[in-house]
């Protein structure tokens, strides 16, 4: 079956940035997703990358997809405190239904 | 707006309690879904409605009883719970064109504690 994975945990400098990557094992992927999960929180879409992209970029957020490779990455600039959380990467796994496949998650640490 | 409400946010039950979690949404959304979420581990799905039919259910126990009234609420029905059954519930909606590749919005969840 589908599988998606992460590296389990990140920790970086206040003011850095960081970089949470994804695998995926999915060849006909049409959606990949990176969701937020503050602690005791629901989740919250940070944004989504279409399998045609190669890149998309929202403020401090940079989305790249390798589709040869089967790799997604998350690069946020200037990493904040706020920022602290898991972070999940998802795969939308096709058919008539609308199944995410979700990575393990990646927990950022950011550091004063 | 892409809110999601739900509640109660915590919620303790016996194992012989029966109890419902709630959901809404005033998106205009046709898909609602339920997902349990244990600590430190991703979202599982458990069941999916598509225009308030279900269209997806994981092999969930029958202790677990989903409900979709109309468009916007989602209900969770809980009887005869197992202490393994402490999680985060996650509710989530997305437009539900069928079309495949659709954005879920989450709700905040429901810390759920079985004794």
């Known amino acids: 079956g589908e599988d998606v994975e992460q590296s389990l945990f990140l920790s970086v400098r206040e003011g850095d940035s960081s970089v949470i990557n994804c695998t995926y094992t999915?060849?006909?992927?049409?959606?990949l997703y990176w969701y937020k999960q503050e602690p005791g929180a629901g989740l919250q879409l940070l944004t989504y990358?279409?399998?045609?992209?190669d890149m998309k970029q929202d403020q401090r957020l940079t989305v790249l997809l390798n589709k040869k490779d089967k790799h997604l990455s998350l690069r946020i600039a200037d990493t904040q405190t706020g920022d602290s959380a898991i972070y999940f990467c998802?795969?939308?796994?096709?058919?008539?239904?609308?199944?995410?496949?979700f990575g393990t998650g990646t927990l950022l640490a950011v550091q004063p | 707006d892409t809110e999601v409400t739900q509640t109660p946010k915590h919620l303790v039950m016996g194992m012989t309690n029966k109890k419902s979690l709630k959901c809404e949404q005033h998106?205009?959304?046709?898909?609602m879904y339920w997902y349990k979420q244990k600590a430190k581990k991703p979202p599982e799905l458990m069941f999916v409605?598509?225009?308030?039919?279900?269209?997806i259910n994981e092999s969930v126990p029958s202790r677990f009883s989903p409900e979709c009234p109309n468009s916007s609420l989602l209900n969770l029905h809980l009887h005869a719970l197992q202490p393994e059954d402490s999680a985060l519930y996650l509710c989530?909606?997305?437009?539900?064109?069928?079309?495949?590749?659709?954005?879920?919005?989450f709700g905040p969840g429901t810390r759920l504690l079985v004794l």
């Open positions: 989530a909606s997305s437009q539900g064109r069928g079309t495949g590749g659709e954005t879920q919005y």
């Open positions: 999915d060849s006909s992927s049409t959606y």
């Open positions: 990358i279409f399998s045609n992209m």
């Open positions: 998802a795969d939308y796994y096709g058919g008539a239904t609308n199944k995410l496949i």
């Open positions: 998106m205009g959304h046709r898909a």
């Open positions: 409605y598509s225009y308030e039919k279900l269209s």
